[in-house]
Structure formats: structure tokens, C-alpha cells
């Protein structure tokens, strides 16, 4: 069916931003029509352009969107929202000066969560995502990446992958809904160490899920006393060989080499990155692999931001993502974050919205998208208010609604 809309006050293509990769974007890249009118059937859009000279036969068809303002819907490219129970008393622990150390002593930490997910029944957790999916898209974030990693036994794993291919299905094309295998998370106690709990439990999994084709990426958590670059490389072969692709918690608590080992294998994204070295820096820049920075964990966990402007000046794609989790950043607001982040990590308009939008689809490997282009996908996030500024400038502020 088709679908016009007319004197929408902000159409915010980002039609140069996209012509460009993604890449040292300047303000007017977000390639805004004012007074502009858009037009699409269920899958694609067909036109484009200021409301004066919408072809005729779709002008029947048109409705009013004054005081409205259109974007590419907004990509959350990394969470974990799939966890049982919560972390507010080692939150509230932590700001009253308690280590990590002395956390973990406590049982908090992510075995605590990890214990959490275990002990819920399928049913509650696919309810409790569910609820987080419908907040997440309350706010116009139309796709959502989802993590499992919270198992971290094999039935577990298998069953959250399963769960998340379960909450795509019943999602469909109302918010695109993005599976990745992340049971290289951590290494549960009852392993000697990474790599016999990746070849015991990891590989086998992966092999086991990979036949049924619910799998969109594998990631893993690379990372001084986590999994180490040989567990990196045996994965990400293994993953290659499968066809599917890989993403990296990379250069999060330590420069290791992440970026490096994300380029060799051509990731969708490397993410965190608050450690990433010059040399990092300039690799990912001639790679395809999108920078994903998680800022709302520097702020919930009181350190500093990423080298932002340091891998944009260098012509790195960057996006940003939540990283909605209980442990390191319990905010499931992406908007808010981004709006937060940009003043900080000194984003002009069109790197924070492309951070969010075409680079975040780019993290997901989703190439139509990110764009309102003609024969790209036709998926938008609507806000009602006069222009685009206003949005991230009411920081926290939702002006997302369904489009009509
Ligand atoms: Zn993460």
C-alpha cells in the first residue's frame, strides 16, 4: 500500500552523508528538505522531495505532517537486553565507593547477572524483553541489536539465541530485530580458561545454531583475563567459515589489538574502543568496519569518553549504541545519550545523527538503510516538533511518534 506524506517541516535524507560512507561528515550532509514530502509502499521509498512537486498521483493520497520532522529510524547497534534481574544495589554500592573487586566479593558483578538469567523461566524473559523492545521503539529506535551472553552454559546459550530469533519473529518488520551470538561473554569459574570453555562450549554452539540460519553475527569480549586474540582468531575463522559475520568488544579496558583483529576479519563493527591506539585508529579508518562508541557507559561508570573526534578527523565510520545492560549502563535511551554525548565528544549534527542512523544500520551490516533515498528502505523515525536541532536539544525529551 502506498503511503505520501506532505509539508513535513524537516526531511532529514542524509542523502551526502550516505554518498560519502558515512565518513568526515560535514553539517549539511544531513541533506535536509524543508517543506518536504515523501512517498513508499511497505518495503521501499519511491519519491523524495519538496511538497511544491510531489507528482500528481500521489497527491491524493497525501497527508498534512506540518510540525513534524522525518529521519532515518534510529539503529540501537548494541545491547544486552535480554538479562534477568537487576544491578541497582551494586549501582548504588559503587557510588558510595565500593571497587570491583569488592563487588564481585559480594556475588555482584556479571555472574550475578548471569545467575539471574538462569534462575528466569523462558517466558519471563521473553516478557521482560518484550517490554524493553516496545520502550527502545517508544523512543524511535526501529532496529535493535540483541546480545545473548548471559547464559554462559550451552543449553542456556542455545536457548537465548533461540529466544532472541523468537522475539524477531514476533516483531517482523515493525522493529528489525538483529541476533547476535555473544556466548564469548565471559568465562564461567567452572573453566580452567578461555579457550577450553570456547572449544567446549562456544564452538560446539555455534555449530549447532549455525544450520538453522537465526544467527545474524557472533561477537565476543576481547579483553585482558577474558578471551584473548588466539580465541579471537579460532571464532572468527570458525564464524567466517559459516558465512557469518563478526562484531568485537574491542580496546574497551585495555589497547589489545581490537581494531586490528576486527579489520583482519572485516567486522560489522568493533565497539567500545575507549583504549584504541593511533595505529588502531588508522586501520579502522581504511577498513569497512564501523567504530561503534558506547559513551553512556563512560557516564554510568564515571570514566573517560572515547577518542571520537580523533577517529572521525581520521575518516573512521563511527556510530553510537546504548549498550543497554544491567551491569555498566542501565540506560535504554539511545536519544538521550547521543544528545548527551555529542557536546563531549565535539559531533557536528550530521556525525551525531549519522552515529545513529546510517553508520548504526552500517554496524548491522543493513546497506539499505540509514537513508531516505528513493529505493532505500523505508524505514523512518517521526518526531513531533519543529526541526531537528529541537530533538537532541531537549536532551531526555521523547518527541517520537508512530507514523500515521
Ligand atoms: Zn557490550
Redesign the pocket.
Same mark, same amino acid.
Given at each position: 500500500m502506498l503511503k505520501a506524506y506532505t509539508d513535513i517541516n524537516e526531511i532529514v535524507t542524509m542523502k551526502a552523508a550516505y554518498h560519502k560512507d558515512g565518513r568526515r561528515l560535514i553539517p549539511d550532509d544531513l541533506s535536509i528538505i524543508r517543506n518536504g514530502a515523501i512517498v513508499f509502499d511497505e518495503t521501499k521509498i519511491l519519491w523524495v522531495g519538496d511538497t511544491d512537486r510531489i507528482p500528481a498521483q500521489y497527491r491524493p493520497l497525501a497527508k498534512n505532517l506540518k510540525g513534524h520532522v522525518l529521519t532515518p529510524e534510529i539503529v540501537d547497534s &548494541?545491547t544486552?537486553l535480554i538479562f534477568g534481574g537487576d544491578r541497582a544495589q551494586e549501582y548504588a554500592d559503587r557510588l558510595n565507593g565500593a571497587s570491583y573487586e569488592e563487588i564481585a566479593k559480594r556475588g555482584g558483578g556479571i555472574l550475578y547477572t548471569m545467575q539471574m538469567t538462569n534462575e528466569a523461566s523462558l517466558e519471563d524473559l521473553f516478557s521482560i524483553s518484550c517490554e524493553r523492545i516496545e520502550r527502545l521503539h517508544s523512543y524511535g529506535v526501529g532496529s535493535i541489536e540483541i546480545?545473548s551472553g548471559y547464559g554462559l552454559n550451552f543449553e542456556r546459550e542455545f536457548e537465548l539465541s533461540m529466544l532472541i530469533d523468537r522475539l524477531k519473529k514476533k516483531y517482523r518488520t515493525r522493529v528489525r530485530i538483529f541476533n547476535t551470538f555473544l556466548a564469548a561473554h565471559d568465562v564461567p569459574k567452572d573453566f580452567l580458561n578461555s579457550s577450553t570453555y570456547l572449544q567446549e562450549v562456544v564452538l560446539p554452539l555455534l555449530v549447532k545454531l549455525a544450520p538453522l540460519r537465526i544467527i545474524d553475527a557472533v561477537d565476543i569480549f576481547h579483553e585482558k583475563n577474558y578471551f584473548g586474540p588466539d580465541d579471537v582468531h579460532l571464532l572468527f575463522t570458525r564464524s567466517s567459515e559459516l558465512g557469518i559475520p563478526c562484531k568485537i &568488544?574491542a580496546d574497551e579496558l585495555n589497547e589489545n589489538g581490537g581494531a586490528k583483529l576486527a579489520a583482519e576479519f572485516n567486522a560489522l563493527s568493533a565497539?567500545h574502543l575507549l583504549k584504541i591506539s593511533d595505529e588502531g585508529i588508522e586501520i579502522l579508518a581504511k577498513s569497512p568496519t564501523v567504530a561503534t562508541l558506547?559513551p553512556g557507559t563512560a557516564f554510568f561508570l564515571g570514566k573517560p569518553l572515547a577518542r571520537a573526534r580523533a577517529m572521525l578527523d581520521a575518516g573512521v565510520k563511527v556510530a553510537l549504541a546504548s549498550?543497554f545492560?544491567p551491569g555498566s549502563c542501565h540506560c535504554d535511551n539511545l536519544l538521550l545519550v547521543a544528545s548527551m554525548a555529542a557536546s563531549q565528544l565535539k559531533l557536528n549534527q550530521a556525525e551525531l545523527w549519522a552515529a545513529i542512523t546510517l553508520n548504526a544500520a552500517g554496524a548491522l551490516g543493513f546497506k539499505g538503510q540509514g537513508a531516505l533515498i528513493p529505493g532505500m528502505d523505508a524505514r523512518f523515525a517521526l518526531f513531533k516538533t519543529q526541526s531537528l536541532s529541537h530533538i537532541t536539544y531537549n536532551w531526555g525529551r521523547n518527541f517520537s511518534i508512530s507514523l500515521p
Open positions: &548494541h544486552h546480545k &568488544h565497539d558506547l549498550d545492560n
